[in-house]
């Protein structure tokens, strides 16, 4: 195959023949930072952040009142530094994260391509059935299953269009009512301030499972494979060359500082709602509805109601997310991963509009709807289970070890001690934290 056959020529980036940047391009003065330079950074906070998060930080909330928002924080803390380690590999170095993995050795396709695989499969059934839950509840003369299979089909054909500007609005749009109406529902609480500062303070409770609490608000909240789709949103939005770095590292901590106050005002309401009376939600994306009918209770039905349509916007934003990002991952992996690694360069990761891109669609929408009439195999769920608890620690140390590559970042880019520092112990947390979700994961092997 030419290179040609393969290039996608709706987003050149710099010269095919040149692997990397140039020197002009290295050099080009810096693109200035306004207070509206966003975009892909709210793309993969929304869909980092879903149901499944909000229910953790409810549960840690109902359990340990504020003592843990610190865990909160530093996980905002992780996020940024990892998507910024994302976002400055692909600007400095021209290539995407897949590709650079490749320059790790082929281990990383074989993990990679297993993981996104099994992944995908199960995401998407776990993904529209957490989009159909607060529809059922608000409409509840329709059977979930018909809002699961929509939800999965709407985001299939708003992804198939191939227009990321629609995307990047439609994800504005759920991330704004997201935070306007968990805020409001925050605000109903009456928080105390004061306990609040006080929960800043790291420390541990002595309760059994504090720590596994501790490392799930630190490394599981917003953090998905979809950190690492980041680079493709980049360029997507034509951010594509080093001049775009300061505006990058914007866009990221902006709206990673704005999921941070999303996942304080959800920590709020665990503690307010729940910790101050006893009450426990349960386990799955199911807790969310416990929580409409808490302010059902407390302050009247149109509370519930407000809550739900927050609950969908989440849900329906990390769908959506994870069509569009997700799919451009797969569609660089299986262009690129039989290539030799050092002959890779950023043009030849293609559009959405390419065969690999919407196979990987209709694998996540199509095939996993299956799974909504079926109970979920078991192998699938532990294989799903294990790998993904390998992710996050795969893509912290991975990351350590490419942005301090001398022969391909340009030095101005590569890891100071301080991003060293940083990442260091965000790969010491993941790596502690997946050791204990791969033991969860695989102890129903053993009759754990």
């Known amino acids: 195959m030419s290179r040609g056959d393969h ?184 928080p105390n301030i004061g306990d609040i500062l006080t929960g800043l303070i790291p420390r541990i409770p002595e309760e059994d499972g504090a720590m596994f609490y501790v490392l799930g608000l630190a490394g599981g909240v917003g953090g998905t494979i979809t950190l690492a789709a980041y680079g493709y949103w980049l360029r997507e939005k034509g951010w594509n060359r080093p001049k775009w ?49 808490v302010l059902a209770e407390r302050y009247g039905e149109a509370y519930s109601y407000v809550f739900l349509i927050g609950f969908f916007a989440a849900s329906f934003s990390s769908l959506l997310g994870v069509w569009h990002g997700v799919s451009l991952m797969f569609a660089d992996f299986w262009t690129n991963f039989r290539k030799p690694a050092d002959s890779l360069d950023q043009d030849d990761a293609p559009s959405l509009r390419s065969k690999p891109a919407r196979f990987y669609l209709i694998w996540l929408t199509i095939l996993p709807m299956s799974l909504l009439f079926l109970d979920r195999p078991i192998f699938l769920i532990l294989l799903y289970g294990t790998l993904g608890a390998l992710f996050m620690p795969f893509l912290a140390v991975t990351l350590l070890i490419l942005n301090n590559q001398k022969r391909l970042v340009p030095s101005q880019f590569r890891n100071n001690w301080v991003h060293n520092g940083l990442l260091g112990i965000t790969a010491l947390v993941f790596v502690v934290l997946g050791a204990s979700e791969l033991v969860k994961a695989v102890s129903p092997l053993f009759g754990g």
């Open 7 to 190: 290039v996608d020529m709706g987003h050149p980036v710099h010269n095919p023949n040149i692997v990397g940047f140039t020197d002009a391009e290295i050099n080009e003065k810096p693109v200035k930072v306004k207070w509206n330079s966003m975009g892909p950074g709210i793309v993969a906070a929304a869909t980092g952040v879903g149901a499944a998060d909000l229910v953790a930080t409810l549960t840690a909330g109902s359990r340990y009142g504020y003592a843990l928002m610190w865990a909160v924080v530093l996980g905002v803390i992780f996020k940024i530094v990892l998507v910024e380690g994302v976002g400055r590999y692909y600007l400095s170095t021209g290539k995407t994260i897949f590709q650079g993995w490749r320059t790790l050795g082929v281990w990383t396709s074989w993990y990679f391509g297993i993981y996104i695989i099994i992944w995908g499969f199960v995401y998407g059934a776990t993904a529209m059935s957490s989009v159909a839950l607060p529809l059922a509840t608000l409409f509840p003369v329709v059977d979930s299953k018909v809002f699961a299979i929509a939800s999965g089909l709407i985001g299939m054909g708003l992804v198939w269009l191939n227009k990321y500007n629609l995307i990047e609005k439609l994800m504005t749009v759920l991330i704004g009512i997201m935070f306007i109406t968990v805020l409001w529902s925050a605000f109903l609480t009456a």
């Open 245 to 293: 770095m300061k505006v990058m590292r914007y866009d990221n901590a902006v709206s990673y500082s704005l999921t941070g106050i999303f996942v304080i005002a959800t920590m709020i309401m665990g503690v307010e709602l729940l910790h101050s009376a006893g009450l426990a939600i349960s386990a799955g994306d199911e807790g969310l509805l416990d929580v409409g009918n």
